[in-house]
Every structure is written in structure tokens, then in C-alpha cells.
């Protein structure tokens, strides 16, 4: 179970973050081009090379523009992330089929349903359903039990940037990826509609834990950003909040959402001083 910090540390205001995360909304602003210009690709390249390409953009602009210099991701980190990376890209290619493996088996009947949906509702509905799922399982695995258990290891840094984005126990990877994929699959929504999805979805995950400076201002209450993200990290359990990632939806229906423009929170990291389980050695910390 959680343990709360001996000391509670005041929020930090930050005149950084009085500008405009301009990378961020670059990034979002260039999907749909990559999108087109990628379209005859096989889908699980674009997801892949878009992610992949997301990445290297966040972890650049992390350099010219960060927030904090003590965030910067140095380089045992880098190591240890990139090999979350790969490991990650694995457990989800494999949940992924298994996802659809089960679902093809158990109702074939349901392929297909919201196929001809509109894109304009098609998409965003795919979003927020996609997001329902992992959000529901987030928000219990911070009650405790075994599902905080595993996922504690993505809290156990102490700073928050790109790369540690994908620092994640397989199992949670594995957990998110079906809790996402099973309604997309469920519903029949176009395979088209799917990667956009899985595509916002992937550089939302990734954009809102950069450690950029700047802020998205009133989009915050429409898509997560590394300002929401960023207090769900903190170690004051009373602030740890915003369970979501890509959209703050739900977070919002369900009170747990977290907006405190132009502040920060102090100190990051795992409400206990160890991790449950020690899943990192030492080196690989912070
Ligand atoms: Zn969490």
C-alpha cells in the first residue's frame, strides 16, 4: 500500500510554464499528415515508426526546451528505457494479437459494427472509449493490491521526461494494451479509425510525460498534457491524481481531475521511499 511522505512540499509556480508547449502541439498538429503520407503502409509499421519518430521529436525538443534541468533523462536511464522500449513494443505487438485472436473466436458477429461510422465521430468516440478502460484499471491499481504492485515500477522515478514514458512492468503494458484494444474490437470500428486512435493515443502517452516547458492553456480541459500528467507523479498522495493520458474525459466525470495552471509539483515519485517489489536496481532510479 501507499505510504504517505513525511513532508509535504508546496507546489512549484513556474514561469515556464507561462509560454506555449509549441513541441506538443507540433507533434499532435503533424499526425494527420503523417498519417496521409504514410497511408499505404502496413498499420503496424506507421504505429511503429510514428513512435518511434514521436519519441526522438519529444526527447530533441526535451533538450532545447526543457522545464527542468535535474529531469533530464542521463545515461543508465536511457539505457533502461530504451530496453522498456523494446520490451514494451513486444508485449503489446503479442497482446495485441492475442486481443483480437479472442475476440475474432468469441464474436465473430460483432466484426465490423461501427465500420461505416462517420471519422468525426468515429474517432473521437474510439478515443474516449479507448481510454475508459486503462483509466478504470489506473485509477484501482492506485487503491493498492497487486495491480499497484506492478504498476509502482512506472512511479518509481523521481523525474518525469520521454523516455521513462515506456518505463512500465510488461504486465501493466500488456493490461493497458487489451483494456484499450477490446472495445475498439468489440464495437467494429474501422481499422482506419483504429490506428488513428492507437496513433493519438501512443504520442498523447508519450508528449504528456515530457519534461517540456510551456503549457497547451485551455486545451488542457479537452486533451492530457504533460501539466495534468505531471501532478498524477507527485508524491503527495492527495494530488496524484489525473488517471487518464490521452484525454482528461474521464478524469473529469469522475472527479479526479487535477488542473493547476502555471504550478508544478515539487517532488515526484513513489509515495513510499522503495518500491514494493525493488522491480529497479539502484542505478536506474531516479
Ligand atoms: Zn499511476
Given at each position: 500500500?501507499?505510504?504517505?511522505?513525511?513532508?509535504?512540499?508546496?507546489?512549484?509556480?513556474?514561469?515556464?510554464?507561462?509560454?506555449?508547449?509549441?513541441?506538443?502541439?507540433?507533434?499532435?498538429?503533424?499526425?494527420?499528415?503523417?498519417?496521409?503520407?504514410?497511408?499505404d503502409?502496413?498499420?503496424?509499421?506507421?504505429?511503429?515508426?510514428?513512435?518511434?519518430t514521436?519519441?526522438?521529436?519529444?526527447?530533441?525538443?526535451?533538450r532545447?526546451?526543457?522545464?527542468?534541468a535535474?529531469?533530464?533523462?542521463?545515461?543508465?536511464?536511457?539505457?533502461?528505457?530504451?530496453?522498456?522500449?523494446?520490451?514494451?513494443a513486444?508485449?503489446?505487438?503479442?497482446?495485441?494479437?492475442?486481443?483480437?485472436?479472442?475476440?475474432?473466436?468469441?464474436?465473430?458477429?460483432?466484426?465490423?459494427?461501427?465500420?461505416n461510422?462517420?471519422?468525426w465521430?468515429?474517432?473521437?468516440?474510439?478515443?474516449?472509449?479507448?481510454?475508459?478502460?486503462?483509466?478504470?484499471?489506473?485509477?484501482?491499481?492506485?487503491?493498492?493490491?497487486?495491480?499497484?504492485?506492478?504498476?509502482?515500477?512506472?512511479?518509481?522515478?523521481?523525474k518525469?521526461?520521454?523516455?521513462?514514458?515506456?518505463?512500465?512492468?510488461?504486465?501493466?503494458?500488456?493490461?493497458?494494451?487489451?483494456?484499450?484494444?477490446?472495445?475498439?474490437?468489440?464495437?467494429?470500428?474501422?481499422?482506419?479509425?483504429?490506428?488513428?486512435?492507437?496513433?493519438?493515443?501512443?504520442?498523447?502517452?508519450?508528449?504528456?510525460?515530457?519534461?517540456?516547458?510551456?503549457?497547451?492553456?485551455?486545451?488542457?480541459?479537452?486533451i492530457?498534457?504533460?501539466?495534468?500528467?505531471?501532478?498524477?507523479?507527485s508524491?503527495?498522495?492527495?494530488?496524484?491524481h489525473?488517471?487518464?493520458?490521452?484525454i482528461?474525459?474521464?478524469?473529469?466525470?469522475?472527479?479526479?481531475?487535477?488542473?493547476?495552471?502555471?504550478?508544478?509539483?515539487?517532488?515526484?515519485?513513489?509515495?513510499?521511499?522503495?518500491?514494493?517489489?525493488?522491480?529497479?536496481?539502484?542505478?536506474?532510479?531516479?
Amino acid at each position: 500500500m501507499m505510504i504517505k511522505p513525511m513532508t509535504t512540499p508546496a507546489p512549484r509556480r513556474s514561469a515556464r510554464l507561462q509560454q506555449l508547449n509549441w513541441p506538443h502541439l507540433l507533434l499532435l498538429a503533424s499526425l494527420p499528415l503523417a498519417l496521409w503520407g504514410l497511408r499505404d503502409w502496413p498499420h503496424a509499421q506507421v504505429l511503429a515508426l510514428m513512435g518511434l519518430t514521436a519519441l526522438a521529436w519529444l526527447m530533441l525538443a526535451e533538450r532545447l526546451w526543457p522545464l527542468r534541468a535535474d529531469w533530464q533523462a542521463r545515461g543508465p536511464e536511457l539505457i533502461r528505457d530504451g530496453g522498456f522500449l523494446g520490451l514494451n513494443a513486444l508485449v503489446d505487438s503479442v497482446s495485441a494479437w492475442l486481443v483480437t485472436a479472442l475476440v475474432l473466436q468469441a464474436s465473430p458477429g460483432l466484426s465490423g459494427w461501427l465500420a461505416n461510422l462517420s471519422p468525426w465521430l468515429a474517432l473521437p468516440l474510439a478515443i474516449a472509449l479507448g481510454e475508459l478502460g486503462p483509466f478504470a484499471l489506473h485509477r484501482r491499481a492506485h487503491r493498492g493490491g497487486w495491480l499497484w504492485r506492478f504498476h509502482s515500477l512506472h512511479h518509481q522515478p523521481s523525474k518525469l521526461n520521454a523516455a521513462n514514458a515506456v518505463l512500465a512492468h510488461p504486465l501493466n503494458a500488456a493490461w493497458n494494451q487489451a483494456a484499450r484494444l477490446l472495445p475498439w474490437l468489440l464495437l467494429g470500428f474501422s481499422p482506419d479509425v483504429v490506428l488513428w486512435g492507437a496513433v493519438f493515443m501512443q504520442a498523447q502517452g508519450l508528449a504528456v510525460h515530457a519534461n517540456l516547458r510551456g503549457s497547451l492553456g485551455p486545451l488542457n480541459w479537452l486533451i492530457g498534457s504533460a501539466e495534468l500528467h505531471r501532478w498524477h507523479h507527485s508524491m503527495i498522495e492527495s494530488e496524484a491524481h489525473n488517471y487518464g493520458t490521452a484525454i482528461p474525459l474521464w478524469d473529469q466525470l469522475f472527479g479526479s481531475y487535477v488542473y493547476r495552471p502555471g504550478q508544478t509539483p515539487t517532488r515526484l515519485g513513489l509515495f513510499a521511499t522503495s518500491a514494493p517489489l525493488g522491480w529497479l536496481p539502484a542505478c536506474c532510479r531516479s
